[in-house]
C-alpha cells in the first residue's frame, strides 16, 4: 500500500520544479520506490535547471562511476559564462542596491526611482531586465537567497505587472525552499491578494494561478506554527474551494487532516463531510474515507480499518509525514495528532448512539487495549463537557438520561421536515387556489 495512496504524480505537476526536489528526498528516505527510479526522476528534473554540479553527483550515483558524460561538463562551462555575463549587465544596479546610503534615496513611487535612476546613475530598463534575468539565473543554480533578495528588489522597480507576477512567484519558491515559513507566509498572502484581484486574460487562468497557489501553500500551512488555520481558511474560501472540485480533488486529504487535527475548527467539519460527499467519486482515500464512514455511514468497523490505513498514509506523505528527532527518538508530530483526534471522534460519535457503552468494545473500535481506552475515557470525562459515568464493576460507561442519541435526532428532523414541506406546500397550493377562483368568479 506504501506507494498506492501517494499523492506525488499529482501534486508534481503544479509546482516549480525545484519544489519537486524536497519530495523526492522524502520518498527516497521512506523507501517507496526503488532507489534507481528515484535518481532517475531528480536527473530529469535537473536537466532543466542550471544545477550542473548536483546533476553531476546524481549521474555518479545512479551508475556507480566518477566519469559524467560530456555534454554535462560543456553545460557546466556554459552555465558558468552566462552567470559571468548576467552579473556584469545587472552589476551597476546590483552595485547601487547593494550601497545603504543610495538606497535611501528610493522612494515607494516606482516611476520616480526608475527616473532618478536613469537620469543620475545611469541605471534604465535595461539594467532593471538585467537584474531579473540573473536573479532567476540564479534560482535556476539553487542560489535560493541571493535570487529571493534580487527578485525583492527587482520588484520594487518593475513597472510590468506580469513580470512583477513571475517575480513574486520567484520569490515564494526560494522562501519555502529556505523554509523561511514566516516570509513565504506573507509572500503567500501577497500572492493570493494579486491573484483574486487581477483581471486575467480568461477565468480558467485565474483558476489554474488558484490551483497552483494551494499546492504550494502545503510546503507553508504544514510547517507554520498556524499553518493548520491558514489552510482552513484558504481552502474553504468559496473560490478556492470550487478550484478543489473542479481540478484538484486530492487537495481534500490536506483540507480533511487539517481539520481533523484542529480541535477548534471543528465547526467546518459538517461542511467538509458534504464536500467529501459530493466528491467521493472523483477521489477518495483512508483519510476522507474514515470520516465517511464515521460521519455518514455510521460505520465504527470501517472507521477503525481506515484509521489503520490512515496512519501509513500520513507517515508516507511529504507534506503529513515530518519526522521530528528528539534524542534517540523519532516521532512524527501530525500522526500522533490526527490518529488522537480521530479516536475522540470515533468515541463520541459511537456516545452519541448508545447510552450504555462496553468499554472493551469501545477500545476495539478505537483501536486500544482495555487500560488504555479506560485511561483515554477517564481523561476525556474530565476534561470535557461529557455527561458520562464510568461503571467500574460492570465496565461500561453510562450516558446521562437526558443524552439525545443520534436516531432521536433523526425523528425529530424528519418532523420538522414534514412541517416544512407542510407549510411549502400550502404556501404554493392556497395562492393557486384563490386566483383560481378569482379567475372563475370573473368569467
Known amino acids: 500500500m506504501a506507494s498506492t495512496h501517494d499523492l506525488t504524480w499529482k501534486v508534481a505537476p503544479q509546482l516549480d520544479r525545484h519544489l519537486v526536489f524536497p519530495l523526492l528526498e522524502f520518498l527516497q528516505e521512506r523507501q517507496l520506490y526503488n532507489d534507481e527510479e528515484i535518481l532517475k526522476a531528480k536527473i530529469e528534473l535537473l536537466s532543466e535547471t542550471n544545477m550542473v554540479d ?4 546524481i549521474h555518479k550515483s545512479l551508475y556507480h562511476t566518477d566519469q559524467v558524460p560530456q555534454e554535462m561538463i560543456d553545460r557546466r562551462v556554459e552555465v558558468v559564462a552566462r552567470l559571468k555575463s548576467l552579473e556584469e549587465s545587472a552589476a551597476p544596479l546590483i552595485s547601487f542596491l547593494q550601497n545603504a546610503a543610495l538606497v535611501q534615496e528610493l ?3 516606482k516611476q520616480y526611482n526608475i527616473q532618478m535612476l536613469n537620469e543620475r546613475y545611469q541605471i534604465g530598463a535595461d539594467q532593471i531586465e538585467a537584474l531579473y534575468q540573473y536573479a532567476k539565473f540564479q534560482f535556476e543554480c539553487g542560489n ?3 535570487a529571493a533578495d534580487y527578485l525583492y528588489q527587482y520588484r520594487a522597480l518593475c513597472t510590468n505587472p506580469e513580470r512583477s507576477l513571475s517575480a513574486l512567484w520567484g520569490k515564494l519558491a526560494a522562501e519555502v525552499l529556505m523554509q523561511n515559513w514566516d516570509i513565504a507566509l506573507e509572500e503567500l498572502n501577497r500572492l493570493k491578494e494579486i491573484i483574486d484581484s487581477k483581471n ?3 477565468p480558467l ?3 489554474q494561478n488558484r490551483i497552483w497557489l494551494m499546492h504550494w501553500s502545503l510546503f507553508i500551512f504544514f510547517n507554520h506554527e498556524n499553518g493548520r488555520n491558514g489552510i482552513i481558511d484558504l481552502f474553504f474560501h468559496d473560490r478556492y474551494l470550487n478550484a478543489i472540485q473542479t481540478n484538484a480533488h486530492h487537495l481534500l486529504r490536506y483540507l480533511a487532516t487539517a481539520v481533523v487535527v484542529n480541535k477548534r475548527r471543528r465547526n467546518v467539519l459538517k461542511d467538509l463531510i458534504k464536500v467529501i460527499q459530493q466528491e467521493q467519486y472523483c477521489y477518495k482515500d483512508p483519510i476522507t474515507e474514515f470520516l465517511e464512514c464515521l460521519y ?3 460505520d465504527f468497523e470501517g472507521a477503525q480499518t481506515k484509521l489503520r490505513e490512515c496512519e501509513q498514509v500520513i507517515l508516507n506523505d511529504p507534506f503529513l509525514g515530518k519526522r521530528v528527532e ?6 512524527v508530530p501530525l500522526r500522533d495528532e490526527f490518529l488522537e483526534n480521530a479516536r475522540l471522534f470515533i468515541f463520541e460519535t459511537y456516545c452519541r448512539i448508545h447510552q450504555c457503552i462496553d468499554i472493551s468494545t469501545l477500545a476495539e473500535k478505537m483501536n486500544m487495549s482495555y487500560d488504555e481506552a479506560e485511561r483515554f475515557i477517564v481523561n476525556l470525562v474530565r476534561s470535557s463537557k461529557l455527561d458520562a459515568k464510568i461503571d467500574s464493576v460492570s465496565g461500561t460507561l453510562v450516558m446521562s438520561t437526558n443524552h439525545i442519541n443520534v436516531h432521536e435526532q433523526i425523528i425529530e428532523s424528519l418532523k ?3 412541517m416544512r414541506t407542510y407549510m411549502l406546500a400550502k404556501n404554493i397550493v392556497e395562492p393557486a387556489q384563490a386566483a383560481a377562483q378569482a379567475s372563475a368568479a370573473a368569467r
Open 54 to 57: 548536483y546533476a553531476m553527483d
Open 205 to 207: 487562468t485565474q483558476l
Open 326 to 331: 528528539e534524542g534517540n527518538f523519532v516521532t
Open 144 to 146: 535560493y537567497s541571493s
Open 200 to 202: 486575467f486574460a480568461s
Open 296 to 298: 455518514v455511514n455510521y
Open 416 to 418: 420538522n421536515l414534514n
Open 107 to 109: 522612494r515607494p513611487d
